[in-house]
C-alpha cells in the first residue's frame, strides 16, 4: 500500500486518451502527479532527466502506450529494463493491440501488465480505476532510487 505520494509518468500521443486516463486516475484518498509525455523520445529524456526534463522526478510508474510516434513504446520498455536506474519502476502497458505476438514482445521485454484499452468510455475508466487500485493502494512499489 502507498504510503508515500506517487508519481506516475503517462506516455500517451493521443490527447483523448491521456484526458481520460488522467480523469480515472484522480484519486481523494491519495496524493499523486502524473506527468504526461506525447511520444517515447520525450518519455527517455524525462526519465534520463536530460533535455527540458532535467528536474524531473524519478517515476514509480510508467503508463505506456506502446504504439507512439518517434521511438515506440517496445522501444521506451527495452531502454528502461537496460538501464540499472531505470529498471526496477513498473511499467503497465497501456495499448489498443490485443494480438497475442504484441502482448507476448512486452512481457519478454518485461513489462509488469498489459491493458488492452477498452472501446467504450465507461469500460476505459473502469480499467484504468483497477490499474490505480492495485498500484496505488495494494501493491508495494520499489523504492526509489536517484
Do not use: C
Request: proline share 8%.
Amino acid at each position: 500500500m502507498a504510503e508515500r505520494p506517487i508519481d506516475v509518468l503517462l506516455v500517451e500521443d493521443d490527447p483523448a486518451d491521456a484526458q481520460l486516463t488522467l480523469t480515472a486516475l484522480r484519486d481523494p484518498d491519495s496524493w499523486h502527479e502524473v506527468y504526461v509525455v506525447p511520444d517515447g523520445e520525450e518519455a527517455l529524456a524525462f526519465l534520463r532527466r536530460g533535455g527540458d526534463h532535467t528536474d524531473a522526478p524519478r517515476p514509480d510508474i510508467v503508463l505506456l502506450d506502446l504504439s507512439l510516434p518517434r521511438v515506440n513504446g517496445y522501444q521506451v520498455l527495452e531502454a528502461m529494463k537496460a538501464d540499472p536506474v531505470l529498471r526496477r519502476i513498473p511499467v503497465v502497458a497501456i495499448s489498443g493491440s490485443g494480438r497475442a505476438i504484441d502482448i507476448a514482445r512486452a512481457y519478454d521485454a518485461q513489462i509488469s501488465a498489459y491493458l488492452i484499452k477498452p472501446t467504450s468510455v465507461t469500460k476505459y475508466l473502469a480499467a484504468i480505476r483497477s490499474l490505480k487500485e492495485l498500484w496505488f493502494h495494494a501493491a508495494v512499489l520499489p523504492p526509489r532510487q536517484e
